[in-house]
């Protein structure tokens, strides 16, 4: 029987097509590792085509630090509706769309509305105010939260024209004690970096709340 140093070492021709076969292999497997998530490639969608990569139209917001130094009241025991208020700035131009579009009565052309802006910043405002309630040790905060969820969450979008109101409309609120945080945008997209664009007001009974917003209207 022939031993392993009997036989003879394998030819350049067989080690080339052995280093090809495991080539083939690993490009084969490391496809399906990639089109499956494992391994880097980008993100797929549902019918397994790239997904676009939205991270230059993320719309990000710097923390206002003024407004951590807040006393917050304690409405847990009022009986009546909470709600939250979210108050635009409408002078930004944040209502104003990226396309125009031929009126069909006028022939004139008009801006589109762009509200993808004003949603985000609202968001940030509404998380922003959640987050300052939930992370008060005051016991007082956690039943105000309760109270808002059991009506609903209620929240209302309002209007101003100026930096200037946002920030009096905020200190209003805050000599209330109820929790008044305003977002400024971080300047990723058509807004000058720390504007202030949104103050969210809120959650507090719906009394109180109208002490401070109650004059301004709709968006």
Sequence with gaps: MATVSDR???TTAAIAIATAIIA????????QASSLGVVGGGKKSADGKPAEDSS??????????????????????????????????TDLGMTKGWWTLLSKNSQEFFNTPHTGKIAAQCGH???????????ST???QARLLQQWERYGQAKVALQVK????????QAQAM????????????????IASGSA??????????????QVSGHLKLL
């Design 56 to 89: 230059d139209e993320e719309d990000d917001e710097e923390e206002d630090t003024e407004d951590g130094k807040q006393t917050l009241g304690d409405f847990s025991n009022v009986n009546e509706e909470c709600k939250l208020v979210l108050v635009v700035r």
């Design 175 to 190: 000599s209330l004690g109820i929790c008044a945080h305003i977002i400024h945008d971080a300047g990723r997209t058509q």
């Design 138 to 140: 005051d016991p007082a």
């Design 125 to 135: 405002a509404t998380l922003a105010c959640y987050k300052k309630l939930l992370k």
């Design 162 to 169: 100026s930096e200037d109101e946002l920030e009096m409309l």
């Design 24 to 31: 083939g292999l690993g490009g084969f497997f490391l496809g």
């Design 8 to 10: 003879s070492p394998p």
């Design 197 to 210: 664009t949104v103050l969210g007001v809120g959650p507090a009974p719906k009394s109180k709340i109208d």
